[in-house]
């Protein structure tokens, strides 16, 4: 009982409120609030995953409909993820069955205290049209699928009978350039408050006269009252230190207490300023958070307890470049779209957090969310792991790319939509650019940009605005990016020079929302001049669309227009569908909207691929697989981004018993300015990089032999890195490493268990595409399995996987509740199987 009791005081008010060092914030904004994704019911209708068409009943909403039929599942849940993939559905989408109808219910009991309460449900996304029910009676809903939105139970809540929440989603009607996903897809959260509370998101901190030794703390705060009668309400506002994990520190600072007054049903605001001295701020390298925690209290009582985490920083854009406290830093970043793999758009806060560290261990800190507002765990995880996040809006204005896009909602929605995205997000410190828009049909349409940008404006003035161009000349030309704060381009920087001398533009500062789009597939190498076959591409990261460019070429525009900001490129991670260049989708042509002849070449293409019928699920894009496995591009990446870090790697892999006698080209990325090469104790000569214009060493003499090839890196004359491989003998055995040892048993973190094929001598073996069976027993259970190969059309959740160039991945969780030993064994016929345990606890 002692557990239960602790799990309890953990979640109610008066321990929110009152525990001091010991609080643990559960999510920002009202303390109350308890996690809702259990005990669901599902049953899809409308479009089936086969094809077929089951058309809805009447009254799916009842409280007295008989669902015992229905699915039994905990959220989130993405129902296109479930598959099959299918030829006859569309490339761009991943050939996933996403488009359907989605019926959700849940039961659910309030407890005797919860009486004279508000109660809120909270969604953080919902895929998409989303509507919603309790007890019959409709409470409203929220089309945008990437939005999150909070609907008031209070006025039908029956608080001593059971509760009946019904959800019906509907992606027949909606459509996208990549995987949307489908259904509720995204955490729910019960919010509990008093009658007098804190709005939803309803604070804002801002943090002015930053010096090293003292800032000025600006906390604005709207307070509702839901009573029948005027209320006389105290504000009591404290500010604590808060670690990694969500736990209080010491306090460091109180506001003083204040007083409003409010009539029945109406809301008030309060601002209050106060310094503080011998902080610590937020930055990158150094992530300090702060919380205000803010309570409400009528009558002596504590209504309402509301947290706001922050940080304190500077940001500072100008021709000079990006200032964060003061400090000139690079954007290194990447485009990520919101799919998680093999798990589809259901949000898994484990997944996300490997795909961070991923991504900073190649050296990026920036990320923008292409091309949506993302799960609100996205950004607290950059406040805590120090990333800076681009957090973007839309991909469709009132002019659709699709005939289902966004277009649908935006003269109705887009002021709403924008105004939850910056409500939600103002006071993560980690959020330092906002986005309006990417490559939207309306770019030249300077009414149509200066008036959202108002919208941002009127909620936050600290942050600047962007939007990403790919039509840059035609933005400029018609004065719609003066309306901008930061003018962003994606890949078209060939008249960069020309808009650098133009007096609207000469000091505005540029960034590349999008760069690069090179392609390549993790470990496939062709030669004699091939990059592409049986819809691979070839791993020496010298492919791309028209439009985009090498890393190379961008590393180069960059040095050449060093006031640039930086650059994202496109993408940091493979993504569920929009495969590339195997991708006869027509908005493709978008790119070439002002250039006629590379638009009728791509139009060819486009007609010719859709006869072919491409096999691709995923995207091309990645600097890392889809399973999560670096390309070696993400090693060009790494030795550009990160300079400090002594590092070399070599390419291709060294099994070509095919290639004996002819020639294999060797590239070697390095973070070294210069390099030999050896082949089996051979050298093939030292080259040197020039700076600025080489980012890559290439040996195309290299007459290929079996054995080993090694290359050594050096910097300022001195041995800086080194890196050696080998051609293997033949696969003997399967290893498989994961990458926690203990998880939790809350059903929620997963471990990630990378397969590996080597030989006797434990090398990978990098042509090895084995068929694997993967069986976990014990506590846990096996969630999804992939490969990283594009092309591959077996189901995520399936337990047999073949490897894919020698690697496959498994995810695995604990049972719920479960203690104990988790055992993962991988087979194949013919090698020595591998079993690994971790722990649930």
């Known amino acids: 009982m002692k557990k239960y009791f602790i799990l309890y005081l953990l979640t109610t008010l008066a321990f929110t409120c009152f525990a001091k060092e010991k609080t643990k914030m559960i999510r920002q904004g009202n303390a109350e609030v308890e996690l809702f994704n259990n005990d669901w019911k599902f049953y899809r209708y409308g479009l089936q995953a086969d094809g077929n068409r089951i058309e809805e009943p009447q ?274 970043g990447v485009c990520n779209h919101h799919d998680l793999g093999a798990l589809g758009a259901a949000f898994n806060k484990s997944a996300l957090i490997r795909q961070i560290e991923i991504m900073q261990k190649m050296g990026c800190n920036s990320i923008r969310t292409s091309h949506n507002p993302p799960a609100p765990e996205l950004l607290e995880l950059a406040d805590k792991m120090g990333i800076l996040i681009m957090d973007e809006a839309f991909d469709a204005w009132a002019k659709g790319k699709r005939e289902w896009d966004y277009n649908k909602l935006y003269d109705e929605w887009h002021e709403k939509d924008l105004k939850a995205l910056v409500f939600r997000d103002r006071n993560h410190p980690s959020v330092f650019v906002w986005s309006i828009g990417n490559e939207v049909m309306e770019q030249r349409n300077v009414e149509m940009t200066k008036h959202l940008v108002d919208i941002v404006k009127s909620m936050d003035k600290t942050r600047p605005v962007t939007n990403g161009y790919n039509d840059p000349d035609g933005g400029r030309e018609s004065g719609a990016s003066t309306a901008l704060d930061i003018m962003g381009v ?84 493979d993504y569920l569908g929009e495969p590339t260049p195997f991708n006869s989708d027509n908005t493709n042509l978008l790119n070439f909207r002002t250039n006629p002849s590379k638009k009728a070449e791509l139009e060819k293409k486009l007609e010719e691929l859709k006869r072919l019928q491409p096999p691709s699920r995923s995207s091309y894009f990645g600097i890392v697989d889809l399973a999560g496995f670096p390309k070696d591009r993400y090693y060009i990446y790494q030795a550009h981004w990160r300079p400090e870090l002594p590092m070399v790697h070599i390419l291709p892999h060294w099994n070509w018993p095919d290639r004996t006698g002819k020639t294999v080209p060797v590239h070697v990325y390095t973070s070294g300015t210069e390099a030999e090469l050896f082949v089996n104790n051979k050298s093939y000569g030292r080259k040197v990089k020039k700076e600025g214009k080489d980012f890559r ?143 649930s606890k």
């Open 59 to 332: 009254n799916l909403s009842g409280t007295d409909l008989n669902d015992s039929n229905w699915r039994k599942l905990t959220l989130p849940h993405d129902f296109g993820i479930e598959g099959p993939f299918r030829m006859d559905l569309a490339g761009n989408t991943g050939r996933l069955p996403f488009q359907g109808i989605g019926w959700y219910r849940k039961s659910f009991k309030l407890s005797k205290e919860d009486a004279g309460k508000q109660i809120y449900i909270d969604f953080d996304g919902v895929m998409a049209y989303a509507e919603v029910w309790l007890n019959e009676q409709y409470i409203g809903g929220w089309p945008y699928g990437y939005n999150s939105f909070r609907l008031d139970l209070t006025p039908f809540i029956k608080s001593d009978a059971e509760n009946v929440l019904a959800v019906r989603t509907n992606t027949e009607k909606w459509d996208s350039r990549w995987y949307p996903g489908a259904g509720i897809y995204r955490n729910v959260w019960l919010v509990k408050t008093g009658k007098t509370h804190v709005a939803h998101w309803g604070t804002f901190i801002t943090t002015t006269d930053i010096t090293d030794q003292s800032a000025q703390i600006n906390l604005e705060i709207e307070i509702e009252n839901n009573q029948e009668t005027a209320v006389k309400a105290k504000v009591v506002t404290d500010i604590f230190e808060i670690n990694a994990n969500d736990l209080f520190g010491k306090k460091v600072l109180s506001f003083e207490n204040e007083d409003i007054q409010l009539v029945a049903h109406t809301s008030g605001k309060i601002s209050q300023s106060k310094k503080i001295t011998n902080y610590k701020k937020w930055d990158i390298e150094s992530p300090n958070r702060y919380v205000a925690q803010t309570r409400i209290i009528v009558d002596g009582k504590t209504d309402d307890c509301y947290y706001t985490p922050f940080g304190i920083r500077t940001i500072e854009f100008s021709r000079n470049g990006f200032f964060l406290n003061g400090r000139k830093i690079e954007i290194k």
């Open 490 to 573: 994606n890949y078209f920087f060939q008249q960069q020079a020309k808009w650098d001398a133009d007096e609207r533009y000469k000091n505005k500062p540029t960034v590349g929302t999008e760069t690069s789009s090179c392609v390549s597939t993790r470990g496939v190498y062709y030669f004699d001049g091939g990059i592409r076959k049986d819809f691979q591409i070839s791993s020496y990261d010298v492919d791309h669309p028209g439009w985009g460019c090498t890393p190379d070429k961008q590393f180069a525009t960059n040095a050449e227009y060093p006031h640039l900001l930086g650059e994202y490129v496109w993408t940091g991670f």
């Open 697 to 839: 060493l290439v040996w195309d003499n290299v007459v290929y032999e079996p054995g080993t090839v090694k290359v050594i890196a050096y910097k300022k004359g001195k041995v800086w890195a080194k890196d050696e491989i080998q051609t293997t003998t033949e696969a003997s055995k399967i290893t498989s490493i994961s990458d926690k040892q203990i998880i939790s048993n809350n059903g929620y973190e997963y471990a990630f268990i990378t397969v590996r094929i080597e030989d006797k001598s434990g090398n990978l073996v990098p042509t090895a595409n084995h068929k694997l069976k993967i069986d976990v027993t014990g506590c846990g259970e096996l969630v999804a399995t992939d490969n990283g190969d594009p092309t591959s059309f077996v189901p995520f959740q399936s337990n047999q996987r073949e490897a894919f160039n020698g690697l496959a991945l498994a995810i695995v969780k604990a049972k719920t509740g479960e203690k104990g030993n988790i055992k993962i064994k991988v087979d194949s016929p013919g090698l020595k199987p591998a079993q690994i345990q971790i722990r």
